[in-house]
């Protein structure tokens, strides 16, 4: 939800309801530094406070329900959106996941603070009105914008899944301008030349990485940090790649040696990666074989099982059987359909072994999902 506006800081006098919402922020608070991170003060928190979002409260049935994350989950009212927003915001950076289903078209309109983001969406539509842009997923949005207004329509027959980083002007204009000091780094014109860029699959596989991690506490913090600061390194070089501001090492000579090697192969294994989850993603239903995947990646299986688990922490199976999850999660949340049926819609011959595993990754029967998600007041 790269979607936001800025209100001064400080706190709210007034009505009960307002005070819940600065009690809620405490939740928000940075690791012991006593601060609203900046990221999440001037960006974040306005915005889903337009949009009608709120915090998920630890009491609340759907709490149990969600992966268990460092950060904190906000979601719609019922009646216009099943599903999530998880971010994690730390000073002047956060990444987030989206993974809801509109139950009418929505209208999204806010003020829209500066910052530059990146944010790989696996499926949407949507219309922007500010930048005239449409798209559906998947697409790479490489999202910088100097209007101070966000106009957007998100359409509902589409689900919305993305993966989102976002970098508050303290992290590009500061940090990364000391970090590329010496070579005139344009962090903006950097971000904006990826936007809609087709082949980025180590970008990808970085974004999806952040959105599989289950870590708490300070190994969070760190660990997010990290793959902000690789997916900034990608993009720059990305951008310098499109640009044909340099020269790659086999015309330089600069890639040669032990050191470009493994860079080279590092690069490659990520490309691999990144086609075998993109097609995942597409086939999560039917599943793939072994073999199949393999040819994808062009790699052996047993390196692609290695490499797969080394860079997700799950093996391919176990990634899969979470896709699948998560679809049934939303057609138990938002239909009828019996138990057998959205068995077979996601990819399970028989409701005994999807309901299996469903208890393994959800932590409860489908059924108990159904009914703790069921249509209540807010």
């Not at 999204?108 to 997923?137: D, L």
């Not at 697409?139 to 207004?149: A, W």
Request: hydrophobic letters at 40%.
């Amino acid at each position: 939800m790269a979607n936001q506006e800025a209100r001064p800081a400080g706190r709210r006098t007034g009505d009960a309801r307002g005070k819940g919402r600065l009690e809620e922020r405490e939740g928000a608070r940075a690791h012991g530094s006593g601060q609203v991170p900046d990221v999440m003060r001037d960006i974040q928190l306005p915005c889903m406070e337009d949009l009608g979002m709120r915090p998920v409260k630890a009491d609340e049935p759907m709490a149990a329900l969600l992966p268990k994350r460092a950060g904190v989950y906000y979601r719609f009212p019922r009646d216009t959106a099943s599903g999530y927003y998880w971010t994690f915001a730390d000073g002047d950076f956060a990444v987030s996941v989206t993974d809801m289903t509109l139950k009418r078209d929505f209208r999204e309109r806010c003020r829209h603070p500066r910052f530059v983001g990146v944010r790989y969406f696996e499926s949407v539509r949507a219309e922007e009105f500010v930048t005239g842009k449409r798209y559906e997923g998947p697409f790479l949005e490489g999202h910088v914008m100097r209007s101070e207004r966000w106009d957007a329509l998100l359409y509902a027959e589409v689900p919305a899944r993305s993966v989102e980083i976002m970098l508050a002007p303290a992290f590009y204009e500061r940090y990364l301008r000391d970090e590329y000091a010496d070579e005139g780094l344009d962090v903006e014109a950097a971000f904006a030349s990826i936007d809609g860029i087709a082949q980025f699959p180590e970008l990808i596989v970085a974004l999806k990485q952040i959105e599989a991690y289950r870590g708490q506490g300070a190994s969070a913090r760190l660990y997010y940090r990290g793959k902000v600061n690789e997916a900034v390194a990608l993009i720059v070089e990305k951008s310098r790649e499109l640009s044909g501001a340099h020269a790659n090492g086999a015309e330089t000579g600069d890639g040669g040696g032990a050191g470009g090697a493994a860079a080279v192969e590092s690069a490659s294994c990520a490309r691999a990666l990144g086609r075998v989850i993109e097609y995942l993603d597409a086939h999560a239903r039917e599943g793939a074989d072994a073999e199949t995947l393999a040819r994808i990646a062009c790699m052996g299986q047993t390196k692609l099982r290695a490499e797969f688990k080394r860079a997700f922490g799950c093996t391919i199976t176990g990634y899969l059987q979470r896709r699948r999850m998560a679809d049934a999660s939303r057609l138990l949340a938002e239909s009828d359909m019996p138990l057998a049926q959205v068995a077979a819609a996601v990819g399970y011959r028989t409701p005994e072994r999807f309901k299996e595993l469903f208890e393994r990754e959800m932590g409860c029967s489908p059924a108990a999902y159904r009914k703790a998600l069921a249509p209540r007041a807010r």
